[in-house]
């Protein structure tokens, strides 16, 4: 399997090539840059790699959640591409790719990845590592005020990411001895979104280029709520 992987839904900006399980990834934080990024560390890679777009089985991307801006950035760059090659698209949740790196991070099973949402607000997934390393989604992804989180059963949680940066004394007095530790600095990156998009490509195949579509969440609660 090899992959181009994107990730620009934060902050942060990145590209990995995935390579059958070795990954090569060109890696910032680079605010409102990401369009000025994407493409040439693509080109980089690939001719680093030897491999011509043509060569590779697909594309993984960063769906979202996360800033709007940069979900559409790095969904027109993907769809570009895929349509120009005719590859399959993996989305990838940007919440499970930041979870991957939680589990990574902290050593962690089971992982709350939270991204600040702005407007007092927080994109929320509660994710546990399977048995091929990776992570599974329990319940739903959200977005949500702070007082409104909740956790699956269980204890063992570990927070992850931007939101914990911002709401982590609460949410930690919020889930008393459930919550074992977190981590404010955690950032999704294009190679956790690799490994994810690698294992859609393999069991479920991909997706068009037009149907290579972001999510916002906040979007899809508004519409709820009408």
């Not at 992804?141 to 702070?146: A, D, K, N, S």
């Not at 999510?215 to 609660?221: C, F, G, I, P, Q």
Request: proline content about 4%; overall charge negative; charged content about 20%.
């Amino acid at each position: 399997m090899k992959l181009l992987a994107f990730e620009s839904s934060t902050e942060a900006c990145s590209v990995a090539l995935w390579l059958g399980g070795e990954v090569r990834e060109r890696f910032e934080v680079a605010p409102r840059r990401h369009a000025q990024l994407l493409l040439p560390w693509a080109e980089s890679l690939l001719a680093d790699g030897g491999l011509s777009l043509g060569q590779l089985d697909g594309i993984a991307f960063g769906r979202g959640p996360g800033s709007f801006t940069g979900v559409r950035i790095v969904t027109g760059v993907v769809q570009g591409i895929a349509f120009g090659a005719d590859l399959p698209v993996a989305p990838v949740s940007t919440l499970a790719a930041l979870a991957l790196g939680g589990t990574e991070a902290l050593g962690a099973q089971r992982v709350v990845a939270a991204v600040d949402a702005r407007m007092g607000e927080l994109y929320w997934g509660c994710f546990e590592a399977d048995v091929e390393r990776l992570v599974r989604l329990l319940g739903e992804e959200r977005v949500l005020p702070p007082e409104s989180a909740s956790l699956p059963g269980g204890a063992g949680w570990w927070g992850f990411g931007s939101g914990w940066e911002a709401y982590g004394a609460a949410l930690a007095g919020r889930f008393g001895d459930r919550l074992e530790g977190w981590r404010g600095d955690g950032l999704p990156r294009a190679r956790h979104v690799a490994a994810l998009g690698a294992r859609r490509l393999q069991e479920e195949g991909g997706v068009t280029a037009e149907a290579a579509l972001p999510v916002y969440l906040r979007d899809r609660v508004a519409w709820q709520k009408r």
